[in-house]
């Protein structure tokens, strides 16, 4: 039989929320998740030491350092930096036990191919909302010279002599831009990405490719240069900050009222985010070092499609929906980029939300109050989302597999809590 009441759950480690609001006070933002992986990955292109700041303390960075141990480097923390020391030997091969674990796995393909010039990754895992193909990846990879064929859940992958090529993505994929880019930094030749993806992280990799010698022009315009180099070199670099996590506050704000200050975030990489929360009710200013946000009323509806960067971010549209399910009227939510990213849906109406999915869309009619209720995060951005629901609840909500939400948040708890917020993690925890 189904376990229902809260109480049903004191064995499980979990997040526990009550009514909160309005928040108040400065939270620091962390270094984006979606760019340390990739910057990690990229220190598989030549050896020596390198230096990565201002890392957050989660799980995909652990995996990933996991990910990085087994192709035989060393990944030492010291408080938020990571040390990664790659030796001259190294193996290509990552096993699924590792992939299953994380998306972000595919990474070292094109680092391992310009490094070593072999490569046997596992195909990932990761969140589960929708299938995400890496046909694109292999394209974009095989332009330039790669040999890759996936046989028995494996991507097999090698290279004799790295060329560049003008390369046209069919799909402005974030991580094939990011694979090529880091393999054509090796290549003879000149390599020239069309339709390239244009996040903040995209940039910050090139960055930190550029202080290891590379030639990379463009990042963050749909059209990247890639020059390629003889030689590489380590380097010491800081990450940019999370937008991602930045957006969960401005939500959060959203969700329980008050003022808060976001330190670090940058609000240029949240321009679209920002506009929408301004167009629902929430004021957002700049601030010293970072964004200020202020809400005092019951939000609006607001109508919401994601699209790839600069347009509105698929991971703030779990934070959107649980926003719009206690706002004022009836909002279009619609989602472009991935199928089955609605499943936390299913969890909100246990709250009493009042919302309605068919295939890409949903519509979310707003209720004034959420009831609390036992609900789980399927994916990282939908347990933040949970929490953030909880806050606009009656009674407790109690998020359970929040092993999702360690993949991309470092201590969502204790800064939720800092600002005033009513929540709390139990259960594993308690008795360690």
Known sequence: MERTHPEDFTDQERIEVRPSGPLEGSVVISGAKNSVLKLMAACLLTEGTFTIRNV?????????????????VSVHRADNALVIQRPALITGEVPYALTEQLRASTAVLGSLLAG????????????????????????????????????????YATVDNLV???????????????????????????????????????????VF?????????????STICVEGVGELHPADHTVVADRIEAATYLAAVGVAGGEVTLEGARGD??????????????????????????????LQAADVSTLPYPGLPTD???????????ADGVSIVTENLFSGRFRYVDELLRMGADIRTEGHHAVVRGVKRLSGAPVRAHDIRAGAAMVLAGMAAEGLTTVLDVHHIDRGYENLVGKLGSLGADVQRLGVLDVC
């Open 316 to 326: 703030t549209k779990p934070l959107l929906v649980a926003i719009l399910s206690v």
């Open 56 to 72: 957050p303390d989660i799980e995909d960075v652990k995996v990933m350092g996991d990910v990085l141990r087994h192709i035989g």
């Open 269 to 298: 990489h949240l321009a679209i985010f920002c506009r929408k929360l301004e167009e629902m009710g929430v004021r957002t200013a700049k601030a010293a070092n970072g964004i200020m946000a202020t809400a005092m009323n019951r």
């Open 164 to 206: 560049g090529n003008p390369v046209l993505l069919e799909y402005p994929s974030v991580g094939a831009t990011e694979n090529l880019m880091m393999a054509a930094t090796r290549a003879t030749g000149t390599t020239v990405i069309d339709n390239a993806a244009r996040e903040p992280e995209i940039a910050d990799l090139a």
């Open 209 to 221: 490719l550029n202080q290891m010698g590379a030639k990379v022009s463009g990042a963050g315009t």
């Open 116 to 155: 070593i010039g072999n490569a046997r990754v596992a195909l990932p895992g990761g969140d589960d909302f929708g299938h995400r193909p890496i046909d694109i990846h292999v394209a974009a990879l095989e332009a330039i010279g790669c040999r890759l064929k996936i046989s028995g859940g494996d991507i």
